[in-house]
């Protein structure tokens, strides 16, 4: 089946420091979302990107998705302390009969130090 | 706040025992989804449905079953507990399969003693 790899997973930074995550599906997706899960509490989504080599800024977030669309990358710029919690990468199938299966990646847990 | 509700917020149980998981989708969505966290597993994919049918089924245990009501709002039963089903639950909902983002609710934490 479908197999979304994280890494790294864990990522400890100074605050200003940059940092990046990547994710790397077995299969081909129809999209990848990013999601963040703050200390105690529940996913929010981030950005959903679809198109082949798409690059999507929100502010000193930076997401791209791969030309295959097989993999995808996070990096925030200057890190702060809001940035703290777990990103999580989750991708679609590009078809079958699991089309609208989300799976996440296991996320890489990211802490800041003031 | 997502729209999403899950109820109980807490859970716990004994062994061997049945509980259910309640959740209500944001209104509109179609799709819900619920996932398991435990500490070093991530999110993992139990099931999905669509308007009231199974679209599709992860790693999910077959002591675990779910269904999604007319009404939409779906039910996740997990009987025969045993203590590596302590976890949280999250259910997800979004507006159609495919291309939509998905809204999480706040989790249930089962804990089984």
């Known amino acids: 089946g479908q197999q979304v790899m994280q890494i790294p997973q864990y990522q400890h930074v100074q605050e200003g420091e940059d940092f990046t995550t990547y994710c790397n599906s077995s299969t081909t997706l129809s999209n990848i979302q990013w999601y963040k899960q703050r200390p105690g509490g529940h996913p929010v989504f981030l950005i959903q990107?679809?198109?082949?080599?798409e690059v999507k800024k929100q502010k000193r977030l930076t997401f791209q998705f791969g030309e295959a669309k097989k993999n995808s990358s996070l990096h925030i710029t200057a890190t702060q302390t809001t940035d703290v919690g777990t990103y999580f990468c989750a991708g679609r199938n590009a078809g079958g009969t699991s089309y609208g299966k989300l799976t996440f990646g296991q996320g890489t847990i990211l802490t800041v130090h003031p | 706040d997502s729209g999403v509700t899950q109820t109980p917020k807490h859970l716990i149980t004994a062994t061997g025992q049945r509980v259910t998981l309640r959740c209500s989708p944001r209104s509109g969505d179609l799709s819900v989804y619920w996932y398991q966290q435990s500490l070093d597993q991530g999110l993992q994919f139990l099931i999905q449905y669509y308007n009231g049918e199974e679209r599709a089924k992860g790693n999910i245990l077959e002591r675990f079953s779910a269904q999604q009501f007319p009404d939409l709002h779906s039910e996740l039963n997990l009987s025969s507990l045993e203590l590596g089903d302590s976890a949280l639950y999250f259910c997800a909902s979004s507006v159609a399969s495919g291309r939509t983002e998905a809204f999480f609710g706040q989790g249930t934490r089962l804990t089984v003693v």
């Open positions: 990107l679809v198109k082949s080599g």
